[in-house]
């Protein structure tokens, strides 16, 4: 997957160095971001998946909303 929406999911997660400690914005959903969405899940008690389904993308909108 790429595009814009992986840019987005990215630069997210590179705020957090614990959950995507690479940083990388390459708007690419490779091995690096598929390690941090299982962070991310893991973090939240969710299955740890790696995919982007309902509950962990429910999750990141909840949280993208929020302000630093």
Known sequence: ?????????Q?????????YP???VTGTYGTLTDLA??????RHGFSQTGSIGPQTR???NE???KPL
């Open 22 to 24: 690479e940083g990388l």
């Open 63 to 65: 949280l993208i909303q």
């Open 58 to 60: 429910a999750k990141l």
């Open 11 to 19: 630069f997210f997660l590179s705020r957090d160095k614990e959950l």
């Open 1 to 9: 997957m790429t595009g814009n929406d992986v840019i987005a999911l």
């Open 37 to 42: 969405i299982r962070r991310f899940q893991a």
